[in-house]
T-cell receptor, first 116, second 113 residues
Framework: NAGVTQTPKFRVLKTGQSMTLLCAQDMNHEYMYWYRQDPGMGLRLIHYSVGEGTTAKGEVPDGYNVSRLKKQNFLLGLESAAPSQTSVYFC???????????????FGQGTRLTVV | AQSVTQPDIHITVSEGASLELRCNYSYGATPYLFWYVQSPGQGLQLLLKYFSGDTLVQGIKGFEAEFKRSQSSFNLRKPSVHWSDAAEYFCASANFGNEKLTFGTGTRLTIIP
């Protein structure tokens, strides 16, 4: 049981290049999320998905696109990377909150992206 | 919109001393509250969570947190810290119908011998 796996773990891009970050979970979770973590700003939600084929914008969606073609995978794309997108990116997954209000988000190990 | 505030950016505590990390939330209804810990270069690990019932919640690694509705707080405590507790701690909230986790900005904990 691998949990949440992110690839790659590190990447350096030149300004204007594109790339895709892959997140895979093997827990059959409905919800998946992409966050970025920057010093002093905590984790900010980029995009999220409440199920296969659905995506929604989070707090900081500009410059990113996502796709959830399969329930277990959530892809984050940068079409034209900018230095402001230098960050550590975390993927997470969870069940939806049950009527008892219980859920827990599981996080990947992160992807450190540098845009030069 | 819900928000989470962690007023302390950095806290330094001596090994063996007690610890309290502050967290305040902003939401009308009862939120679901979480504390996560992040060790350097690692992902986030759940320490504990509150949904309903007993307002004092026990977590892993000897941590506990108390939900106080009157103060809109969910402070994390540990009676005696260990050097291995040095990490960054994040408070987060969610609520039914809006399951997205909203995080605070984090508190970095340093342990001195």
């Amino acid at each position: 049981n691998a949990g949440v796996t992110q690839t790659p773990k590190f990447r350096v891009l030149k300004t204007g290049q594109s790339m895709t970050l892959l997140c895979a979970q093997d827990m059959n979770h409905e919800y998946m999320y992409w966050y970025r973590q920057d010093p002093g700003m905590g984790l900010r939600l980029i995009h999220y998905s409440v199920g296969e084929g659905t995506t929604a914008k989070g707090e900081v969606p500009d410059g990113y696109n996502v796709s959830r073609l399969k329930k277990q995978n959530f892809l984050l794309g940068l079409e034209s990377a900018a230095p402001s997108q230098t960050s550590v990116y975390f993927c997470a997954s969870s069940y939806s909150i049950s009527p008892r209000g219980e859920t827990e988000a599981f996080f990947g190990q992160g992807t450190r992206l540098t845009v030069v | 919109a819900q928000s989470v505030t962690q007023p302390d950016i950095h806290i330094t505590v001596s090994e063996g001393a007690s610890l309290e990390l502050r967290c305040n939330y902003s939401y009308g209804a009862t939120p679901y509250l979480f504390w996560y810990v992040q060790s350097p270069g690692q992902g986030l690990q759940l320490l504990l969570k509150y949904f309903s019932g007993d307002t004092l919640v026990q977590g892993i690694k000897g941590f506990e947190a108390e939900f106080k509705r009157s103060q809109s707080s969910f402070n994390l405590r540990k009676p005696s810290v260990h050097w291995s507790d040095a990490a960054e701690y994040f408070c987060a909230s969610a609520n039914f119908g809006n399951e997205k986790l909203t995080f605070g900005t984090g508190t970095r904990l340093t342990i001195i011998p």
